[in-house]
């Protein structure tokens, strides 16, 4: 079931749910210890987007965040036993839709520049190093948000 809420919104069990995923995937899988609870979680404008089996468990997740008048999509992860579903592709649909009209940025991870693509986003940078893991900034331009890939 996919969820919505803002940071004030969210169960205290919802939010435990979303950062144990968020840490499983970023720091414990991809063996990288860095400080994700960066603040912006709570932001009265940030979504947090969500898809949660019939037990409650968190299997998908991301956020959008407002940059100004921009926005920005991240922590896109998804537990290992469900991935290949589709369920961060509709996420990320779904966050594209809430931006609507503005443009989207993205910090990805190098490896999934295609995937991303997917979505219309198309590189806006030369790659950097972010905690050790290989990313490039990405950007969907508010005139590429109506594309809805199939999946």
Not at 62 to 75: F, K, S, T
Request: aromatic fraction near 8%; charge should be negative; include cysteine.
């Amino acid at each position: 079931m996919l969820r919505e809420a803002r940071f004030a919104e969210l169960t205290p069990g919802e939010l435990y749910g979303i950062l144990r995923l968020r840490v499983d995937v970023f720091v414990v899988e991809q063996t990288c210890p860095y400080p994700e609870l960066d603040g912006r979680d709570a932001e009265p404008a940030t979504v947090h987007l969500w898809h949660q089996d019939e037990d409650g468990a968190v299997l998908s997740t991301i956020r959008v965040l407002a940059n100004g008048e921009d926005r920005a999509i991240g922590r896109v992860a998804t537990a290992r036993s469900a991935r290949g579903r589709g369920l961060s592709a509709e996420l990320v649909r779904r966050g594209i839709e809430l931006c609507a009209g503005r443009t989207v940025d993205i910090g990805a991870q190098a490896y999934l520049e295609s995937w991303y693509e997917r979505f219309g986003f198309r590189r806006s940078g030369p790659d950097y190093v972010e905690d050790g893991i290989p990313h490039l900034p990405m950007r969907l331009s508010p005139d590429r948000g109506d594309r809805h890939p199939a999946e």
